[in-house]
């Protein structure tokens, strides 16, 4: 675990650097503090980073500016701040956690096992995906999304007008800010499971999932019962009657 | 002939002589003649050695009038009677026995040789005529004057004969006199209503000075009817036209005065001896008091005009409405110079009153507004103030840092509860004041900075120079600058080192803070710290301060000029 710091006040980022230290000595490969912003992008350019904690004085004009350069990372971000009432926002953009300041030690080390043990919150808040392009960051709503699937260390995010965005997370990364709608269907895809019509089972146990526009992604093996009972549940959308059923 | 009107405009000349004959037509040429006859009050005698006066001559009448013991013959042509009852209504500087047809009818105090042995008489007198001394035809008014009293070049002269319908109400006052004495009432009391508004505000002195351009107007008419009102012996002219001429003085000066100060011209003093020395400077250019009175009121409004137009000029406030209300003034005195002391100049003062009154409820109007306004940035600033200092950003930091310090170094973080107390302590303590002095705020920025150095584990230093005890300054200005510094230190390595110095200049102190660290963010230039610097030194120093800041020798260098 690679962790940088941003945070201008020295006695909270020791604060921060100690507990992690304190905590996740075993999975800890190293951690960074910088003071602001312009440091910090300059690191992350130099250095693979897996977790930023992230100071943001979102009162400032360019504070959501910020966020999504970071949420458009391929690092997980958690925000430490002074404005709790920002905290909803940040998590529309995509960020794993938000601690909010002042933070005890229990806190700090639950936000941090969800970065360490792979798991986002039981109900994400992500409404958007940022995206980095040359110059400028987009901003994706997740509705407009089909399916995203892994491309090394990358992600293939497919939109449903069939363009593909690549985003600098990993799929398992992203998969820990995706809210419940989305579901890990195969070791190299996720699926948006608003726009799922069907499964289709093919012979050899092998299964399909098709989404908009007939296309059909493959279901691993291992998750294929799993998907079925929470589809049979009847959680996903169904926009029509029997149109998100089992179909042999 | 139309003596009412010539009247008018005699009077303008100085000396006046009025024949008028509102029922009966006199009879010219008037004859008069020194020395004293009784024979002379017969209806015929020999008038070849007498003179003929000429009321259109300023030299005859006062030969006519030499002060000294002689007679005046009059003649009256009667018309057939009206069967109404009639006055002899005489008016004149002296002392007279009345003959009317050779018949003594009335006397007005004594005539005499000398001095000594005069009775001043009434300077107007209206006396009862039996209808049997009116019948058609020709009729002689005799009288036999003296006026040893009389300053002959002072009060101008003044004759007037007539025969009038009689008074229907003994006593009764004419229409002028009632309108007078109504406007007497109102400035009268308007005077009083401006002293006890005085009273309960005394910051205004305007009002304190319209009420005494009330009560000199006032005193003003008072003179001015004392004479219709009450009457007086002859002597008592001179001294009623004196208080009139000085009356006016005041008036002028009062009204010119409060112009000036309502305009806010820097020239009081100058206007105050310059109009003093024109007004004294009337005696060169009129004989007579009535005169020097129109001189003086014609140099009043002269002065007034000036002052507002120069007022409009510069777009003062309330200049127009001053100028509506003196145009009647202007306008009245131009058109009826002779007549506008003794009627009009009342109505048009009313008139230029209401107009003074309406600008001085605007501007209290104004004010009020201005007044509630800066409360609202008052309450605006101390809100701020204390917002920025339990902000989120500063709280919530300080008490991560104190929750570091507790879990670490437990005796620190006690330190650090002091300091922020105390931090706390400083600002419910000066959120409110429009001022403190600089011992406080010097205070109250150690006590930040202590607070700082806990919650960031640095040290912080703050000098000064030439600051000057005692001296005020807007709550948390300096603190402020400091924060925005600390919060753009950026890190920095060994102490940082704040500097406060004050300037002393010709015009105004100048107080500088030098903050180390690199140029500060547009975020921070266009800031709510800024902004509240800004609006507390609008607040104390309206329009009289200049706040700079900018890069100077790797530190970020603000300046705050106060012009005194």
Not at chain 1, 125 to 154: F, H, M
Not at chain 2, 231 to 252: D, I, Q
Request: aromatic share 8%; with cysteine.
């Amino acid at each position: 675990m690679r962790v940088l710091v941003v945070e201008d006040e020295a006695v909270v980022a020791r604060r921060i650097v100690r507990l992690t230290q304190k905590n996740f000595a075993k999975e800890l490969e190293s951690i960074r503090v910088v003071a602001d912003l312009t440091d910090a992008r300059e690191l992350v350019s130099k250095h693979p980073i897996d977790l930023v904690f992230l100071d943001l004085n979102l009162n400032g004009e360019n504070g959501f500016e910020l966020l999504k350069d970071a949420a458009a990372g391929a690092y997980h971000t958690i925000v430490v701040s002074a404005y709790t009432d920002k905290a909803i926002d940040a998590f529309e953009y995509g960020v794993l956690d938000f601690i909010a300041k002042p933070f005890g030690e229990d806190r700090f080390v639950a936000s941090l096992k969800r970065f360490t043990q792979g798991r986002g919150l039981a109900d994400h808040n992500t409404r958007q995906l940022a995206i980095a392009k040359i110059g400028c960051i987009e901003l994706v709503s997740l509705e407009d999304i089909a399916w995203i699937k892994a491309a090394g260390p990358y992600s293939d995010v497919v939109l449903l007008d069939g363009r593909i965005e690549l985003h600098h997370k990993s799929l398992d990364r992203l998969n820990q800010i995706l809210p419940a709608t989305f579901k890990r269907i195969h070791r190299s895809y996720v699926a948006n499971m608003a726009h799922a019509i069907r499964i289709h089972v093919k012979g050899g146990s092998q299964y399909e999932l098709e989404v908009l526009n007939r296309k059909r992604l493959p279901i691993g093996r291992s998750r294929y019962k799993e998907l079925r009972q929470w589809m049979e549940e009847g959680q996903a959308m169904q926009p029509t009657r029997g149109s998100a059923s089992v179909a042999n | 002939m139309n003596l009412e009107c010539y009247l008018m405009r005699i009077r303008w000349l100085a000396i006046v002589l009025a024949c008028s004959c509102g029922y009966a037509q006199i009879i010219e040429p008037i004859l008069y003649r020194t020395g004293d006859d009784l024979a002379w009050a017969a209806d015929e005698i020999d008038e070849s050695d007498w003179q003929a006066m000429d009321i259109r001559d300023q030299d005859s009448i006062l030969q006519a009038f030499p002060g000294e013991l002689s007679w005046i013959r009059v003649r009256f042509d009667l018309p057939a009677d009206d069967g109404s009852a009639k006055d002899l209504c005489l008016t004149m500087v002296a002392a007279a026995d009345i003959y009317w047809d050779g018949r003594l009818v009335a006397q007005n105090g004594r005539p005499a040789i000398d001095r000594e042995n005069e009775i001043a008489g009434l300077i107007d007198r209206r006396i009862p005529m039996p209808k049997n001394l009116l019948q058609e035809g020709t009729h002689t008014l005799a009288m036999r004057v003296s006026s040893h009293n009389r300053k002959k070049n002072r009060a101008g002269f003044v004759f007037y004969a007539a025969l009038q319908e009689a008074a229907q109400v003994p006593g009764a006052i004419s229409t002028p006199t009632f309108i007078r004495v109504l406007a007497m009432g109102m400035v009268f009391l308007a005077g009083i209503t401006f002293f006890l508004i005085y009273g309960f505000n005394r910051q205004r002195s305007s009002l304190f000075w319209m009420g005494t351009l009330c009560l000199i107007v006032f005193a003003l008419v008072l003179a001015e009817s004392w004479r219709s009102l009450f009457g007086y012996p002859y002597p008592f002219h001179t001294l009623r036209l004196l208080f009139v001429a000085l009356l006016t003085g005041l008036f002028g000066l009062n009204l010119n005065l409060l112009l000036a100060a309502r305009f806010r011209f820097p020239w009081p003093r100058s206007l105050l001896a310059g109009l003093t020395l024109c007004f004294l400077s009337t005696p060169v250019f009129s004989e007579t008091y009535d005169g020097r009175s129109m001189l003086i009121m014609n140099m009043t409004l002269a002065a007034a005009l000036v002052q507002t137009i120069r007022a409009i000029w510069l777009k003062r406030p309330n200049s127009s409405i001053t100028i509506i209300g003196l145009l009647p003034c202007v306008a009245l005195s131009v058109i009826d110079p002779g007549g506008f002391m003794d009627h009009s100049f009342f109505l048009a003062f009313a008139f230029l009153l209401v107009c003074l009154l309406a600008a001085l409820a605007w501007t209290m109007r104004v004010e009020r507004l201005a007044l509630e306004q800066s409360r609202l940035d008052a309450a605006r600033l101390e809100c701020q103030l204390l917002k920025k200092s339990i902000q989120p950003h500063f709280m919530m930091n300080t008490l991560t840092s104190l929750m570091e310090w507790l879990e670490q170094e437990p005796a620190k973080a006690a330190l650090m509860v002091e300091a922020l107390a105390c931090d706390i302590r400083f600002l419910t303590e000066v959120s409110a004041a429009k001022s403190i002095p600089i011992e406080k705020e010097l205070a109250m920025c150690r006590s930040h900075l202590k607070l700082m150095a806990y919650r960031n584990d640095e040290d912080y230093e703050l000098e000064t120079e030439g600051l000057v005890e005692h001296e005020s300054l807007p709550p948390a200005i300096i603190l402020t600058l400091i924060e925005n510094g600390i919060s753009h230190s950026n890190g920095s390595t060994g102490a940082m080192r704040f500097k406060l110095m004050r300037e002393a200049g010709l015009k105004g102190r100048t107080y500088v803070v030098d903050a180390p660290g690199r140029v500060q963010t547009q975020e921070i230039v266009d800031g709510t710290g800024i902004k509240y610097i800004k609006a507390r030194l609008q607040e104390s120093y309206p329009g009289k301060w200049l706040f700079l800041h900018g890069p100077k020798l790797g530190a970020w260098q603000t300046r705050i000029e106060i012009r005194s």
